[in-house]
């Protein structure tokens, strides 16, 4: 009965943060707003534009989500498509 409660405590907890409770492998939710956000003053390096296809490069957040990042601009960089696959790596 224990361990039902305390599971029942830790999922009611997951659900603000946007982590789906029927989902082990579950994704924090992004903001979508944010990322517009932060390409609209910060334009793709490779084209310089806010719209469309950005080749070569992601939007990274600097401190990851899984580890209390905000999913604000604040914390999003351009990082090419090769610092992306390495800093996965450690993450």
């Not at 910060?42 to 957040?61: E, F, L, M, R």
Request: aromatic share 6%; charged share 25%; net charge positive.
């Amino acid at each position: 009965m224990k361990a039902l409660a305390l599971l029942t405590i830790l999922l009611t907890l997951a659900l603000p943060f946007g982590l789906d409770a029927g989902d082990a492998s579950a994704k924090i939710k992004r903001s979508t707003a944010a990322r517009y956000q932060f390409i609209k003053v910060n334009p793709c390096p490779s084209t310089g534009q806010i719209k469309g296809a950005c080749p070569g490069y992601v939007v990274d957040h600097i401190v990851p989500l899984k580890r209390g990042g905000a999913d604000h601009p604040d914390n999003m960089q351009w990082q090419t498509r090769e610092q992306a696959k390495e800093k996965d790596r450690w993450e």
